[in-house]
């Protein structure tokens, strides 16, 4: 009898239950669910031990196909779930996108084309017509950090 049938007889479905408990603190320390079906077929495996003798062989045979199978079941799962959002509708690095068309007003006056608001409690440059603090404007574009504006009542017409 060689070491691994030694191994496997000795410690009989607990090796299974270990390995998959294991398996799923690996999954739990580095997450992905990829580890999370090996562990539970190791559990499946050391659960049908109980039941059955079997071979060592087909014991590692049925815990591969388990594990294979469940792997590529779940990546089909989550793809067909997971539907990426359209580019032109996510606004991750591209906030000010998210704020065309919104109407605020001026804390500081836009001099020479360039001036500065205060939007919640961020404060953004912007860029537009020559306006006095205290008028409102709508934005009408956003390049990167720049938000370009427009006096209110003549962005809310066009």
């Known amino acids: 009898m060689g070491l691994v049938e030694t191994v496997i007889d000795f410690l009989g479905p607990w090796n299974w239950w270990v390995l998959g408990l294991v398996l799923l603190a690996v999954e739990i320390l580095i997450p992905g669910t ?4 090996f562990g539970v077929s190791a559990i499946v495996v050391g659960t049908i031990s109980l039941f059955i003798t079997w071979g060592w062989q087909a014991q590692v045979i049925v815990f591969m196909v388990l594990a294979v199978v469940a ?4 990546r089909m799962l989550l793809r067909r779930t997971r539907e990426p959002e359209p580019a032109e509708t996510t606004f991750l690095n591209r906030r000010g996108a998210r ?6 007003t001026l804390t500081e006056p836009i001099v020479e084309g360039s001036g500065r608001l205060k939007i919640d409690d961020s404060v953004w440059r912007v860029s537009g017509p020559d306006l006095a603090a205290g008028t409102r404007v709508t934005i009408v574009d956003a390049d990167g950090a720049l938000l370009r504006v427009g006096p209110a009542e003549v962005a809310e017409t066009a």
Do not use: E
């Open 71 to 74: 792997l590529v079941a779940s």
């Open 99 to 104: 704020l065309i068309g919104r109407t605020f």
């Open 34 to 37: 990829f580890f999370l079906w």
